[in-house]
């Protein structure tokens, strides 16, 4: 069965709140209300809908080892509470990690997320793949993705709060203006789908775009590939889009000696996933 029911109340007596008692605070100091930070991208989600559906998309299970990115002041990791034993979350704010620590149900790792080691987190319950979530910062959002990217292998899936515009460029099919190498280097890993827009006045204080949510679930049979050596591949690729790849790959496959069969004369959105996955497999000898 999930644990007590807790929540986040704000305001003058803000804290966590476990049902039928007191107010908690981890460290005894008066408590304020938290005013987000820019530096750290924070945009708060305050619209009860927009939050129902989230967690719906997600449909969490009770046993289900899931970690929070940015869990900020809990609009999020309250209702996954109510449907979990336990949930790790991962927040550099040192206030809102105060507040955090106060709840028994939480393990707060209070880190830069591009510095958190996900499969450490794995391994501490090695027979359940990690659920990951979260409202990204959007400023680190990209470099979020291609962290996670690393540890791939121990991750069922994948629920996102990211701007508009990079999931269209997530999703996005060859010969549009959102494909590029955002589109390649995650299609080849994950299925992804957008599965609910968020408008602006559903954060405080509201960014300035419109937001979405993205279901990312790793492929059972991926290709293999060299993560490294394909990233470089797919970045040269798109390095100057709006010229021909015989001006950029052409020049990169016969630096690495390749004479075999792939048309230059195309720009790169015009490539598939599946012709960029075939070609560093061919490059590199691997199939």
């Not at 109510?82 to 990690?97: G, P, Y």
């Not at 994948?158 to 701007?163: D, G, I, V």
């Not at 797919?234 to 069969?261: D, M, N």
Request: glycine share 8%; no cysteine.
């Amino acid at each position: 069965m999930p644990g007590p029911t807790w929540t986040f109340a704000s305001g003058a007596s803000e804290g966590w709140i476990q049902s039928g008692a007191r107010p908690l605070h981890a460290d005894g100091l008066p408590r304020m209300r938290h005013v987000a930070r820019k530096r750290f991208g924070q945009h708060f989600l305050t619209d009860g809908g927009i939050i129902e559906g989230i967690v719906d998309g997600i449909s969490p299970s009770v046993d289900d080892h899931m970690v929070e990115i940015g869990p900020g002041l809990g609009a999020l990791t309250v209702p996954l509470l109510r449907q979990l034993k336990h949930l790790t979350v991962v927040e550099l704010d040192r206030d809102l990690v105060t507040r955090l620590q106060a709840n028994p149900q939480l393990t707060v790792i209070d880190q830069d997320v591009l510095r958190v080691d996900f499969l450490g987190i794995a391994q501490t319950a090695p027979d359940r793949p990690l659920r990951v979530v979260g409202n990204l910062p959007y400023n680190i959002s990209t470099p979020i993705l291609f962290h996670l990217l690393g540890f791939v292998d121990v991750i069922k899936d994948q629920h996102f709060m990211l701007q508009k515009e990079v999931i269209d460029r997530m999703v996005a099919s060859p010969r549009s203006a959102a494909y590029g190498r955002l589109s390649v280097m995650l299609q080849w890993r994950y299925e992804m789908v957008n599965f609910l827009h968020v408008p602006p006045q559903s954060f405080d204080p509201p960014p300035r775009v419109d937001s979405a949510m993205v279901r990312m679930v790793p492929k059972a049979q991926p290709p293999v590939v060299d993560v490294g050596a394909f990233s470089e591949m797919v970045q040269i690729a798109f390095s100057q889009r709006r010229k021909l790849l015989r001006h950029t790959l052409g020049a990169w496959l016969e630096a690495k000696g390749y004479t075999g069969p792939f048309d230059v004369r195309r720009r790169a959105e015009e490539v598939t996933v599946d012709e960029y996955v075939a070609l560093h497999q061919a490059v590199h000898g691997s199939r």
